[in-house]
């Protein structure tokens, strides 16, 4: 018992009748469908067995393909029909992958070695480890030619002896016969999938971007009804940030460019300005501090960025205090700096006692404590030891 796979006889097939010739639960298997079940990077086709929604489709060991359901049918005779939106898009995309594929390994001997068709973008894995903007769009190009060409689509189950006379692209990975795909004389691989019956039909492949993983390039892609959703949503982008400038949209990069530039200008004078106003702070601090022995101590629990509370104890100690700083935050820490005593010594036994742990030099140290709670009381011990 197996199903005959009508979608490799007529990739537009849309609708048929068939036979339930086993069941399990919500799945059932047909004696001929035209669902293409999930394969080779390419996802299941969704649709309808007698009006119930076909959510997944996967092939067993036996080839038998099975159709999950939304919800169980009773029935033994049925009429069948494709989400034919999905189909195309994924004929689409799997034959773009093909010809991009191609383009590659000829004008670079860059090969395939993965292949992932997602909802949003498709990616491919090639040889390499990096890749030009003019390789990418070089690539990009001759595909697309081959795409405008309309050049013929042709599958066919091909025997092992016909294969010595096909320049596949990659060499099958199973013996005896085989189903092979090709476009034209471009491209000769063997695949089970779906396909258009011309190039035309890709209509276009658009490179969105290129990562290294490892020792391969990750190629992400989108050909046809994606690639002009793609164009629609950037260019709409584009436009309204260039009526944001008040700009024409190929002036909008340069807009952005003078924006940012204004943006670093701004953000160096706004750390001048914070640095100034910290040592004006710290200053103050140091002026109005308690003094214990020779040493002039300003103690206080914070809640503030720790960085901008250590910069403050740093400063304060360039003025001649002594910081015992608490920084109130997610973990909280206690920070000691100054002159005129081990600043290290002083955080460790006190953090100690607070179930903490940290450390420095004899100027400056940190460290946490579990409780935010304990952080006046921790000052209070490190006063106290100062005493």
């Known amino acids: 018992m197996s199903t005959e796979r009508l979608y490799w006889h007529d990739a537009y097939l849309r609708e048929w009748s068939a036979q339930i010739i086993a069941s399990d639960q919500q799945r059932v298997a047909l004696d001929r469908s035209a669902f293409y079940p999930e394969a080779g990077g390419q996802p299941a086709d969704h649709g309808w067995i007698n009006g119930v929604a076909v959510v997944d489709v996967q092939i067993d060991e036996q080839d038998v393909i099975w159709h999950t359901l939304a919800e169980p049918i009773e029935a033994t005779n049925v009429e069948c029909r494709l989400d034919w939106q999905r189909r195309f898009d994924h004929m689409q ?103 258009p019956n011309a190039t035309g039909a890709v209509g276009q492949i658009h490179i969105r971007r290129s ?55 701004l953000r160096k004078q706004l750390q001048q300005a914070e640095q100034q106003l910290l040592e004006f702070e710290a200053k103050a601090l140091v002026e109005e501090a308690q003094t214990i022995g020779q040493l002039k101590v300003v103690a206080q629990v914070w809640q503030r960025e720790p960085q901008s509370v250590r910069q403050l104890a740093n400063l304060v100690a360039q003025a001649g205090g ?66």
């Open 211 to 265: 990562e290294k993983r490892g020792d391969s390039l990750r190629i992400e892609f989108v050909c046809g009804g994606r690639a002009l959703q793609d164009l629609r949503w950037k260019n709409a982008m584009l436009g309204r940030i260039a009526a944001g400038f008040s700009v024409a949209p190929n002036q909008a990069e340069q807009a952005v460019e003078r924006l940012r530039e204004q943006e670093h200008q």
């Open 93 to 195: 995309q799997h034959h773009g992958q093909h010809l991009l594929s191609a383009a590659f390994d000829q004008l670079f001997n860059w090969r395939t070695v993965g292949f992932h068709l997602s909802a949003e973008y498709v990616t491919i894995d090639l040889t390499t480890s990096a890749a030009s903007p003019e390789q990418l769009a070089e690539a990009e190009d001759l595909a697309n030619h081959i795409i405008w060409q309309n050049l013929p689509i042709l599958t066919r189950i091909v025997s092992e002896d016909e294969l010595a006379s096909i320049a596949l692209r990659k060499a099958p990975t199973v013996t005896g016969a085989i189903r092979v795909v090709s476009a034209g004389d471009f491209d000769h691989s063997a695949c089970g999938g779906t396909h």
């Open 322 to 387: 002594v910081a015992l700083f608490g920084v109130a935050a997610s973990k909280p820490q206690l920070i000691v700096a100054g002159q005129g005593l081990d600043c290290g010594a002083l955080l460790r036994q006190v953090v100690a006692e607070f179930g903490g742990k940290g450390g420095g030099s004899a100027q400056q140290a940190q460290g946490g404590i579990a409780n935010a709670h304990d952080l006046a009381a921790a000052i209070d011990l490190a006063l106290s030891r100062l005493s």
